[in-house]
T-cell receptor, first 116, second 116 residues
């Protein structure tokens, strides 16, 4: 079974500082990996995804993530935090069920607090 | 357009009530999902519909009854719920495919359900 572990349930960064959110996965097959962001009282918004190809993936709002197979990691970064980045971030791995759609397994989430 | 809409935004119901949550997408996706998200937790998969047929049921109690009238609509019928069922209910959709890149799930804003 596939699983995802997010290190750190809370991260506090200063505005303008680097944002680094850690995600490690466990998968017996090449994984499809996703980062989603959830603002308070809202649904999940896709930030970026890795399926195949380039291991450095760029997403929306200045975020990017690097797939490292040797480390089974998919960490999310943003060079300079903005107040609007305060939210909950979820890393997820996708498992296909033949033609039945796919099942997302989420990590526990990391809440980001941005200090002025 | 990657929009999934959900109605209502908020719902308060008693334990003897019958209510329904609605979800709609117009992206031509053939897989649709219901998730349940408790406070400060990641979403948990409840049901998957593929080509209007229920393909995955994650052992959800029968007081939750999903329905997929057509490829654009997904309902969740609620009956005799318990206070512990209070949560954010999220709908998502994706292209039903064997290709992981097309398995990206797009989420709606959710329905905040409170059971009294």
């Amino acid at each position: 079974a596939q699983s995802v572990t997010q290190l750190g349930s809370h991260v506090s960064v200063s505005e303008g500082a680097l944002v680094l959110l850690r995600c490690n996965y466990s998968s017996s097959v090449p994984p499809y990996l996703f980062w989603y962001v959830q603002y308070p009282n809202q649904g999940l918004q896709l930030l970026l995804k890795y399926t195949t190809g380039a291991t450095l993936v760029k997403g929306i709002n200045g975020f990017e993530a690097e797939f490292k197979k040797s480390e089974t990691s998919f960490h999310l970064t943003k060079p300079s935090a903005h107040m609007s980045d305060a939210a909950e971030y979820f890393c997820a791995v996708s498992q296909l069920f033949k033609a039945a759609g796919n099942k997302l397994t989420f990590g526990g989430g990391t809440r980001v607090l941005v200090k002025p | 357009d990657t929009e999934v809409t959900q109605t209502p935004k908020h719902l308060v119901m008693g334990m003897t009530n019958k209510k329904s949550l609605k979800c709609e997408q117009h992206m031509g996706h053939r897989a649709m999902y219901w998730y349940k998200q408790k406070a400060k937790k990641p979403p948990e998969l409840m049901f998957v519909y593929s080509y209007e047929k229920l393909s995955i049921n994650e052992s959800v109690p029968s007081r939750f009854s999903p329905e997929c009238p057509n490829s654009s609509l997904l309902n969740l019928h609620l009956h005799a719920l318990q206070p512990e069922d209070s949560a954010l209910y999220l709908c998502a959709s994706s292209q039903s495919s064997l290709s992981g890149g097309l398995s990206t799930q797009y989420f709606g804003p959710g329905t905040r359900l409170t059971v009294l």
